[in-house]
């Protein structure tokens, strides 16, 4: 038992997302991990059991695992997303599970904008069709390091090699174009749990690993930027005690690489410059942080620092910018429009901004860029450039998802209206 | 350069420190909701680890049903003493005596669903503009779809379609007067993964969490402690039963399941073997299927 727990402690954490169509079978899927690796519970399935009889359906439907809203359970569709979490002795799994439709684009991109890999299903009746490039699309553009093409239904097309290669011939082909790292495909049945956590005895012509194996041992830890070290400051911790009386510390999660006791420091935008005198981690010291880390810093002179302000190593600074170009998916009914302005979220610095261009859209369904737009509406994605009010210390989101994405607000409403990616 | 392993409590510690830090710097008057269960105790833990060498920047705050455990208030107490921190504590009997609530009735009677109306009127006299929560989205089908940061309109309602995208690891705070906020830091832990966390970090926990012998009875499957607050059924006998109490509610809403573990090891090794939701035994979640996302709306925890 004392190794059961000291391998649970040792597990480490896999973000994933799940996309698919309508009745592509991504909640049976869902439910099959779930149910094969012993995450449901009894008392969660005999209610799932008891709503599915009650409304009169001849299974057990797994997708009211998943449907937690009334409005969701009654209109059978996924409004939000959804997390479900389950756990092997290898790792801790995060399911951000996402609506398909074109019109829940908003909630893709947020369930994406967090994971380490996502799972596309396609079905092998119909192959490659406009919503699976949607979901690539998609994946590419947030960054997403890992996708897992999911080739469902084998069953239906008598678990055919034929049909499963020129599914992903067809797939890897539109895939060039996309710029994704690491492409995995796998034919699967997630109604019969074939190459899903067990391995299929339909399919020998498939050497490949099953769904969960690969889950399980998708290499992580490379996928942060260990490089470019940045620290957004998110407050200052000053404890007004006397035992503490000269404490300054500076509180924050670290965005990008590992600083270390002695690092040279710059802060930005000031450009003061120290060294790091001190690392606390929870009220110990360590001499080494890394970057997922939230920590303390303690510099070796006392510097004006407040939230919103980066440090970063001398060595590697970011650049300081009040001009933007940035990739924007938009998230409201009320249109972006040119020369508007908004409240803008970037790290842990907020500043005004206004959209000085909108460069072209993207047709999501053609990937073509349609140039002369004057706005862009809910579910868009599309090319901006932004005017800041002051510098950002900004990266590009190819290099750095934590620094190199922000998020634009309604000044009026205070909703989060747009998600961008700096080019 | 050595490859790191980044450990999954290690993880989720940090995120959770980011967003109890976020919480300090983005709100005027924030509040951590305490229910003296291991989840709030978790948070409570992970605040004080956010502002350490400070003290923790907010008040705790207990809705009292006054059908709780005693072992639950001795532990509130002594822990707000200890730590030095501000304890605002909210009595639905109060509610009910100025008339804004109204008692229940029958052998069901809970004043689980007055809490909030005693919650609202609690963060409308301090003028909370942010009540931390310990709720996690494992925990139930409504609140796996939860946000960190979850708005609340000026009646202290959630609009679940119509949430806010939240995006990355930014957070938007922003609102209108008279609106607040519920940030749930925990929000991607598991039940497991806080046992294993109170385990590691040898967090104090009540007494009631592990197993006693206690008069108790039996009700829709779960047994319940024996109290002056719940009425029986004619059919319904005390009897002595060693139990512990899987998750913390008020007496009338909270069953306790049969268990021998006295450690945390035994805990964890009970949950790992589990075959039923922790929330099992809550009879406040088993009015209807929509039983959490109706009272979530209205404003509860």
């Not at chain 1, 099959?32 to 009650?54: G, H, M, N, P, T």
């Not at chain 1, 539109?174 to 997630?190: C, G, K, Q, T």
């Not at chain 2, 009646?155 to 749930?184: A, C, M, S, T, Y």
Request: with cysteine; glycine share 6%; net charge negative.
């Amino acid at each position: 038992m004392i190794t059961e727990n000291h391998n649970y402690l040792d597990m480490d954490l896999l973000r994933f997302t799940t996309a698919g169509s309508v009745d592509d079978g991504k909640s049976t899927l869902i439910g099959r991990l779930l149910y094969d690796s012993k995450s449901i519970f009894e008392d969660q399935y005999e209610a799932v059991r008891e709503s599915s009889e009650k409304r009169g359906e001849e299974y057990v439907n797994l997708a009211l695992l998943t449907d937690g809203l009334r409005a969701e359970r009654e209109q059978g569709i996924t409004i939000d997303v959804a997390y479900r979490y389950f756990a092997t002795p290898k790792r801790k799994f995060i399911i951000a599970d996402t609506p398909g439709h074109i019109q829940y684009t908003r909630n893709m991109v947020t369930g994406a904008s967090t994971a380490n890999a996502t799972i596309i299903l396609v079905d092998s009746r119909k192959g490659i069709i406009e919503q699976t490039m949607r979901h690539a699309y998609i994946a590419s553009l947030l960054r997403i390091p890992h996708l897992i093409v999911c080739v469902n239904k084998m069953d239906l097309v008598s678990f055919s090699e034929a049909v499963f290669d020129d599914i992903r011939k067809k797939f890897e082909a539109l895939a060039v174009s996309l710029n994704i790292r690491d492409v995995n495909f796998i034919p699967i049945s997630a109604l019969l749990g074939d190459n899903i956590v067990e391995r299929s005895t339909h399919m020998d012509w498939y050497n490949g690993p099953t769904l969960l194996y690969l889950l399980e041992n998708l290499h992580i830890t490379n996928d942060e930027n260990l490089a470019d070290a940045r620290f957004p400051v998110q407050l200052v911790i000053r404890p007004m005690r006397n035992e503490y009386h000269d404490y300054r510390g500076y509180a924050g999660r670290i965005s990008g690489g590992i600083f270390s006791v002695g690092d040279a420091i710059t802060v930005l935008p000031s450009g003061l410059t120290s060294r790091i005198k001190a690392i606390e981690k929870g009220g110990a010291e360590v001499e080494t942080a890394y970057a997922g880390e939230s920590i303390t810093l303690l510099t070796e002179n006392d510097l004006d620092i407040s939230r919103g302000d980066m440090i970063v190593k001398s060595a590697t600074p970011s650049r300081l910018s009040q001009e933007l170009d940035v990739m924007v998916c938009w998230l409201s009914e009320t249109p972006l429009k040119l020369n508007g302005k908004y409240s803008i979220r970037h790290t842990t610095r907020e500043v005004r901004g206004i959209v000085k261009e909108i460069s072209h859209r993207i047709n999501i369904n053609t990937l073509e860029k349609e140039n002369e737009v004057e706005g862009l509406g809910l579910n868009d994605i599309g090319k901006i450039s932004i005017r800041t009010t002051s510098p950002l210390a900004a990266d590009s989101y190819l290099r750095n998802r934590n620094t190199g994405s922000l998020i634009l607000i309604d000044e009026s409403t205070h909703v989060t209206v747009g998600a961008g990616m700096i080019l | 350069m050595k490859a790191h392993s980044f450990k999954h409590l290690d993880e989720l510690e940090s995120e959770s420190i980011y967003v109890l830090r976020e919480v300090a710097a983005q709100f005027e008057r924030p509040a951590l909701l305490f229910s003296g269960g291991k989840d709030s105790i978790v948070c409570f833990h992970l605040a004080r680890k956010a502002f350490f060498p400070a003290r923790v920047p907010f008040p705790l705050v207990h809705i009292d049903t006054g059908h709780n455990f005693r072992e639950t208030l001795d532990f509130r107490d002594d822990l707000a003493k200890k730590y030095g921190v501000q304890l605002v504590v909210g009595h639905v009997q109060e509610s009910i005596d100025s008339g804004t609530a109204i008692e229940e009735k029958g052998v069901h009677a809970s004043r689980n669903a007055l809490q909030t109306i005693t919650l609202l009127e609690t963060i409308e006299k301090h003028r909370f503009d942010c009540c931390i929560g310990g709720a996690r989205r494992d925990e139930e089908k409504a609140r796996a779809k939860e946000r960190f940061f979850s708005h609340r309109d000026e009646f202290g309602q959630w609009d679940p379609k119509n949430q806010r995208p939240e995006l990355w690891n930014l957070f938007n705070g922003k609102k209108n007067v008279g609106e607040h906020f519920r940030v749930f830091p925990i929000s991607n832990w598991t039940e497991m993964d806080v046992w294993q966390y109170i385990l590691k970090e040898k967090i104090e926990i009540p007494s009631l969490y592990f197993s006693h012998t206690r008069q108790c009875f039996l009700r829709s499957g779960a047994w319940y402690a024996f109290n002056p607050f719940m009425t029986l059924k004619p059919t319904e006998k005390p009897v002595e039963k060693v139990v512990r109490f899987r998750t913390i509610g008020d007496m009338t809403c909270t069953g306790a399941v049969e268990s021998g573990a006295k450690s945390l090891e035994e805990i964890i090794q009970e949950v790992a073997a589990t075959r039923v939701t922790e929330r099992g035994t809550r009879m406040d979640d088993k009015r209807s299927e929509a039983a959490m996302e109706d009272r979530k709306k209205a404003g509860y925890f």
